[in-house]
């Protein structure tokens, strides 16, 4: 049998009220040459029965069931994938019916990118649009090169890796992603070390080896409800900073080959320390909402240079940290001769 151009990966544990509407927009996606690999967690809601149904009626279906994990489940998914992309499709998600069509046309085009990426819409439990803060794509992908999200353009490497640095996430949701299959053979699975935010060291390792082609002419979404895998990482704890600290040494580590030795030298000798600084900083701050406290903390941290900057920068109404990285490290690659951020003629 030929193998399939797209293997669509959809793990799966205990989310049958969202699975018909993620199924039905993966059977009318407008690329048909797909293949679709369930791997359910022995879910007790109907939705093994629903996957037995659909695989007795399309013979693109392949299902099996395993042992409860959210990244073994879809490293489980990848180790069957016979396509030459892949797409996971997380079982309460949606794209819209050309998402695969346009991202598998993007990575044809320019063989030199290893990921597509999709604009993502933010949906809530009932599948529409989450208005204000909740709905809005604060991304480090979005915040990083604002003018360009409407527009076709290619991301190289290792810019969107180095931003991983400022412990924000560069791409929001797997779903907005088409990976090249290859790209696991270089960087590995998705690790499960550091539980349900764990994708944040795969993520980025692809950055810092792979370019990215963006697409805003499509989408997936990420649909938010409580209960969700996601919604106990306490994001921006101190805790959070400590794993993202973690990830962030193993990803540069499993990656060193890759990178071009004066950049191994800056992430080393510079961007890792002050990041690391800054980040504990940060998560320093936000975990002191009393303003009194927050005060005694920056006095107790003046001693570290970066912190130094921080503070004489929000004195003269300057950009923050946080929004200032993103242009000094496309700067610092742009010395180097690395093109970061370069529109697409088509």
């Not at 407008?30 to 690999?37: A, C, H, M, R, V």
């Not at 695969?100 to 597509?116: G, P, Q, R, S, T």
Request: overall charge neutral; some cysteine; charged content about 25%.
């Amino acid at each position: 049998m030929n193998a399939p151009l797209v293997s669509v990966c959809l793990p799966s544990l205990n989310t049958f009220p969202y699975l018909r509407e993620r199924v039905d927009t993966i059977l009318g996606q407008t690329l048909t040459n797909w293949e679709l690999i369930v791997i359910d967690s022995y879910s007790e809601d109907g939705s093994w029965e629903l996957f037995e149904r659909l695989a007795r009626e399309d013979r693109r279906v392949s299902i099996a069931q395993a042992p409860r994990g959210l990244y073994a489940s879809w490293n489980r998914c990848i180790e069957r994938a016979r396509g030459k992309y892949v797409y996971i499709a997380t079982s309460d998600d949606t794209m819209a019916s050309d998402c695969l069509e346009k991202l598998v046309a993007a990575l044809e085009e320019h063989e030199d990118c290893d990921l597509a990426h999709c604009s993502l819409r933010m949906i809530d439990k009932d599948g529409a649009p989450m208005q204000g803060l909740s709905g809005r794509d604060d991304s480090m992908f979005a915040r990083s090169a604002p003018e360009m999200l409407k527009r076709r353009h290619i991301r190289r490497a290792p810019y969107d890796g180095m931003l991983h640095l400022t412990g924000w996430t560069v791409y929001r949701s797997i779903t907005e992603l088409l990976i090249r299959r290859s790209l696991f053979s270089r960087i590995g699975g998705f690790p499960t070390t550091w539980g349900p935010i764990s994708d944040f060291n795969w993520d980025m390792k692809a950055g810092l080896v792979a370019n990215t082609i963006h697409v805003p002419d499509t989408w997936a979404s990420w649909r938010q409800y409580p209960g969700q895998s996601t919604a106990s990482a306490g994001i921006f704890s101190v805790e959070y900073a400590q794993k993202v600290g973690e990830m962030i040494h193993d990803a540069v580590e499993q990656c060193k080959a890759c990178l071009a030795p004066q950049v191994m030298a800056g992430l080393k000798g510079c961007w890792i320390p002050s990041s690391s600084c800054m980040r504990g900083y940060c998560a320093g701050l936000r975990s002191r909402p009393a303003v009194m406290r927050r005060r005694l903390f920056q006095l107790s941290r003046l001693g570290e240079r970066p912190i130094r900057t921080e503070l004489l920068r929000r004195l003269r109404g300057e950009s923050t940290w946080e929004e200032s990285f993103p242009g000094e490290i496309r700067e610092w690659l742009e010395r180097m001769g690395v093109r970061t951020v370069v529109a697409c003629e088509s």
